[in-house]
């Protein structure tokens, strides 16, 4: 059983800065493409950037060039660095797995604000 705990969501300026941690525990959890996803109020969760066992990333085109996402598979933590944050990021971001058929229980995601 794998369990997701993400950390490291705020309150930011716009322009600003924040790294998003998920612990991912469980057996074989570096095998594991994760992704981090987020919910806006009103709108439907959507994957914002994803991250392969072998390193390979993808990202949804709004964050390409200000986020990045990494894994540390000693620690067993996939790491989201948000950058040049705008005030349209604010959302509750989650991380789970990458493919929706491996998803395992949403952990309580990290609340994200970007206002001035």
């Known amino acids: 059983q794998v369990q997701l705990v993400e950390s490291g969501g705020g309150l930011v300026q716009p322009g600003g800065s924040l790294r998003l941690s998920c612990a991912v525990s469980?057996?074989?959890?570096?095998?594991?493409?994760i992704a981090w996803y987020r919910q806006a109020p009103g709108k439907q969760r959507e994957l914002v950037a994803g991250?392969?066992?072998?390193?390979?990333?993808n990202y949804v085109n709004s964050v390409k060039g200000r986020f990045t996402i990494s894994r540390d598979n000693g620690k067993n933590t996939v790491y989201l660095q948000m950058n040049s944050l705008k005030s349209e990021d604010t959302a509750v971001y989650y991380c789970?797995?990458?493919?929706?058929?491996?998803?395992?229980?949403w952990g309580q995601g990290t609340q994200v604000t970007v206002s001035s």
């Open positions: 789970n797995a990458a493919a929706e058929r491996y998803w395992f229980a």
């Open positions: 469980g057996r074989n959890a570096a095998i594991y493409a």
């Open positions: 991250i392969a066992g072998t390193g390979s990333t």
